[in-house]
T-cell receptor, first 119, second 113 residues
Framework: EAEVAQSPRYKITEKSQAVAFWCDPI?????LYWYRQILGQGPELLVQ????????DSQLPKDRFSAERLKGVDSTLKIQPAELGDSAMYLC?????????????????FGPGTRLTVL | SQQGEEDPQALSIQEGENATMNCSYK?????LQWYRQNSGRGLVHLIL?????REKHSGRLRVTLDTSKKSSSLLITASRAADTASYFC?????????????FGSGTRLQVQP
């Protein structure tokens, strides 16, 4: 069964360092999402891509976070410099993102996540 | 910001009992989805209910949606220890041009064997 791949699974870094996360969505999925999940809370959207274009990055702290999906397939999320408050689970998800019948239903498929700890 | 609020925040039941979780949301929606998350893992999609549907079943899961009250419930019947996880509702807002889901804060379910 097709899955969303993420790496690394765990990352420990010191504040002010740079970190990068990678995501490979399910083949054929046009829409890719990066979410941040703080312990005990639900995921919150950071950035959404439709193919290679950013659809929504309104919640992305652009002074330190960047995301790209150059060929419209896999994606990288970067944090530079990392801060203590960035410690969280970073989840990538993908959805078909195309019209199916009358409406677009975006059932999302999640990767296992990257657990980031900033010391 | 979180759109949905789940109730209760935590629930502990015995195996074989039913578990009911509730979700309230704020804006109009295209559909509402329920996800499950095992500790330290990614989320797994359970069920989707459209805004024009009132009830939906999938195996031991039953979801209801009341758009007039902006609320949904997830019922897990005959619970098993393996159902222990966090459960999140997520809304897909309509008419905004956004297709990202907005998640609630989750209900942590513990099923005692």
């Amino acid at each position: 069964e097709a899955e969303v791949a993420q790496s690394p699974r765990y990352k420990i870094t010191e504040k002010s360092q740079a970190v990068a996360f990678w995501c490979d969505p399910i083949s054929g999925h046009a829409t890719l999402y990066w979410y941040r999940q703080i312990l005990g809370q639900g995921p919150e959207l950071l950035v959404q891509f439709q193919d290679e274009s950013v659809v929504d990055d309104s919640q992305l702290p652009k002074d330190r976070f960047s995301a790209e999906r150059l060929k419209g397939v896999d994606s990288t999320l970067k944090i530079q410099p990392a801060e203590l408050g960035d410690s969280a689970m970073y989840l990538c998800a993908s959805s078909l993102g195309r019209l199916a019948g009358e409406k677009l239903y975006n059932e999302q498929f999640f990767g296992p996540g990257t657990r980031l700890t900033v010391l | 910001s979180q759109q949905g609020e789940e109730d209760p925040q935590a629930l502990s039941i015995q195996e074989g009992e039913n578990a009911t979780m509730n979700c309230s949301y704020k804006t109009s929606i295209n559909n509402l989805q329920w996800y499950r998350q095992n500790s330290g893992r990614g989320l797994v999609h359970l069920i989707l209910i459209r805004s024009n549907e009132r009830e939906k079943h999938s195996g031991r899961l039953r979801v209801t949606l009341d758009t007039s009250k902006k609320s949904s419930s997830l019922l897990i019947t005959a619970s098993r220890a393996a159902d222990t996880a966090s459960y999140f509702c997520a809304t897909d807002a309509s008419g905004t041009g956004r297709r990202a889901l907005t998640f609630g804060s989750g209900t942590r379910l513990q099923v005692q064997p």
